[in-house]
């Protein structure tokens, strides 16, 4: 469960909003998002579609597949600012793996 206490969580935001200021939702997924230019506000709270939320670049399902610690998921490198609508529409799957292909064997040497 990413961000498990509150206070982590609070802090988590602080930081993010410190190291990057007023930037931009860095998601920018959804169609409204790209037509106000990812303008995130700041002072909206949730459930407003616009407010600030903290994005995994990595999300905490994957990086525990990685075998990251709770620490490492919740990282400030692996976080990023994102609006509310963005950051619900990229949690709503799992990014899809790639097929291993079959090893190539040439037929000469069978």
């Known amino acids: 469960m990413p961000f498990s206490s509150t206070t982590i969580r609070d802090r988590r935001r602080a930081d993010v909003r410190r190291r990057?200021?007023?930037?931009?939702?860095?998601?920018?997924?959804?169609?409204?998002?790209r037509v106000?230019?990812?303008?995130?506000?700041?002072?909206?709270?949730?459930?407003?579609?616009?407010?600030?939320?903290?994005?995994?670049?990595?999300?905490?399902?994957e990086a525990e597949r990685l075998g990251w610690s709770s620490v490492e998921a919740d990282a400030l490198d692996n976080c990023q600012a994102a609006c509310r609508?963005?950051?619900?529409?990229?949690?709503?799957?799992?990014?899809?793996?790639a097929a291993i292909r079959p090893t190539y064997v040439n037929p000469r040497f069978m």
């Not at 007023?22 to 169609?31: E, R, S, V, Y």
């Not at 700041?42 to 999300?59: C, G, I, L, T």
């Open 20 to 33: 990057d200021g007023d930037a931009p939702c860095a998601l920018q997924i959804t169609a409204d998002c």
């Open 36 to 61: 106000v230019g990812g303008q995130i506000d700041f002072e909206a709270r949730p459930p407003h579609p616009r407010s600030f939320e903290v994005d995994h670049v990595v999300s905490s399902d």
């Open 85 to 97: 609508q963005c950051n619900r529409e990229k949690s709503s799957g799992e990014r899809p793996t």
